[in-house]
Nanobody, 123 residues
């Protein structure tokens, strides 16, 4: 089992920045690809970013490219999402997810999920 705990959400004005963290614990000796998804009220869960175990490969959703960056701590037990130039449409609950498979943009490919952290961007 893998446990994921997100933190770092909050309220920020449009144009501002936030950094989300995802603490990974449990069977971390396996190789996991790590991703962030988000879900706004009344909408489906949306892919945001993914990072391979090696750190060599990343992929981003079209709506966040150039503004959000996914990264991993040196010990590989923390995953970050640096969010810059935030927009009101970025408002959502952000979820950290892990899969033993390769990088994927599809939520159903991920076996482990955190509880989510709320990000609210005011205009």
């Amino acid at each position: 089992q893998v446990q994921l705990v997100e933190s770092g959400g909050g309220l920020v004005q449009a144009g501002g920045s936030l950094r989300l963290s995802c603490a990974v614990s449990g069977r971390t000796f396996r190789s996991y690809s790590m991703a962030w998804f988000r879900q706004a009220p009344g909408k489906e869960r949306e892919f945001v970013a993914v990072l391979s175990w090696s750190g060599d490969s990343t992929n981003y959703g079209d709506s966040v490219k150039g503004r959000l960056t996914i990264s991993r701590g040196y010990a590989r037990n923390t995953v970050y999402l640096q969010m810059n130039v935030l927009k009101p449409e970025d408002t959502a609950v952000y979820y950290c997810a892990a899969t033993v498979g390769g990088i994927s943009t599809r939520a159903r490919e991920y076996e482990y999920w955190g509880q989510g952290t709320q990000v609210t961007v005011s205009s």
